[in-house]
T-cell receptor, first 111, second 112 residues
């Protein structure tokens, strides 16, 4: 089955700096790669996603890049703010089937 | 938030008892999923459904069963609860027009 590895497990950055979280996947047939943000005690919320036919996608301060050859994808957050502090999860799937999540990265933005 | 509710939101039960968690959606989405979330493991798929009466196993399905008799409801049953099933359980739905999933508020289950 699919295996998704995510690192780092914790990340501290100063407010205004950039944060990068990286994930690798094992199943070359995976074609959908979402990123979720989860605040303490709340549900995971989709923040950005990318399909295998796209190399990069941006939404304001958030971007995701995908390297299919190397089977890795990354989340980039620029100009970090205290409200970006949360746990971020990457995931990989073949469409609707059996989504596999990484173990999460706890991001702390220090004011 | 998408129209997803989970019930109960909190439950404490004893080892060996059956437990049923309910996920209800008002979005008429085709796909529904059950996950459990544990520290150090992220979110792990238990079962998912791709239509009424159509379900498939995820990576941690042992000890769990599901049923979907209506589009809007997806039930997760712990046949005989064990302490290892203490966890936070999330339901998610997906529209079928894209792959994105939307999560419910979660159920915190404690098995004593």
């Amino acid at each position: 089955g699919e295996n998704v590895e995510q690192h780092p497990s914790t990340l501290s950055v100063q407010e205004g700096d950039s944060a990068v979280i990286k994930c690798t996947y094992s199943d070359s047939a995976s074609n959908y790669f979402p990123w979720y943000k989860q605040e303490l005690g709340k549900r995971p919320q989709l923040i950005i996603d990318i399909r295998s036919n796209v190399g990069e996608k941006k939404d304001q301060r958030i971007a995701v890049t995908l390297n299919k050859t190397a089977k890795h994808f990354s989340l980039h957050i620029t100009e970090t703010q205290p409200e970006d502090s949360a746990v971020y999860f990457c995931a990989a799937s073949r469409g609707y089937q059996k989504v596999t999540f990484g173990i999460g990265t706890k991001l702390q933005v220090i004011p | 938030d998408a129209g997803i509710t989970q019930s109960p939101r909190h439950k404490v039960t004893e080892t060996g008892t059956p437990v049923t968690l309910r996920c209800h959606q008002t979005e008429n989405h085709r796909y529904m999923y059950w996950y459990r979330q544990d520290p150090g493991h992220g979110l792990r798929l238990i079962h998912y459904s791709y239509g009424v009466k159509d379900t498939d196993k995820g990576e941690v399905s042992d000890g769990y069963s599901v049923s979907r008799s209506k589009t809007e409801d997806f039930l997760l049953t712990l046949e005989s609860a064990t302490s290892s099933q203490t966890s936070v359980y999330f339901c998610a739905i997906s529209p079928g027009t894209g792959y994105e999933q939307y999560f419910g508020p979660g159920t915190r289950l404690t098995v004593t």
